[in-house]
């Protein structure tokens, strides 16, 4: 199959995949013990969950976006 047909390049599969592994790791951060009626678990509060795991989601997005919106370099403009 001819390689110019591809909608994308190799470098937007790799930043793709990136993109990908930068969200489930920051899900994997957001887990943890929650709080029940009976027990109230502070760790709910902590930085790895509140601030550090949304960030890794959104540069998870992030590198989605910009691996759709690159343009492949070794495509031949042949139009």
């Given at each position: 199959m001819d390689k110019s047909k591809f909608a994308f390049g190799k470098t937007n599969y790799i930043?793709?995949?990136?993109?990908?592994?930068?969200?489930?790791?920051?899900?994997?951060?957001?887990?943890?013990?929650?709080?029940?009626?009976?027990?109230?678990?502070?760790?709910?509060?902590?930085?790895?969950?509140?601030?550090?795991?949304?960030?890794?989601?959104?540069?998870?997005?992030v590198f989605m976006i910009v691996s759709i919106m690159i343009k492949p370099k070794d495509r031949n403009n042949k139009e």
């Open positions: 930043l793709f995949i990136i993109g990908i592994v930068a969200i489930v790791i920051g899900f994997v951060l957001m887990t943890g013990p929650s709080t029940t009626e009976t027990m109230f678990e502070p760790d709910i509060f902590s930085f790895r969950r509140i601030k550090l795991a949304p960030t890794v989601c959104f540069l998870g997005f």
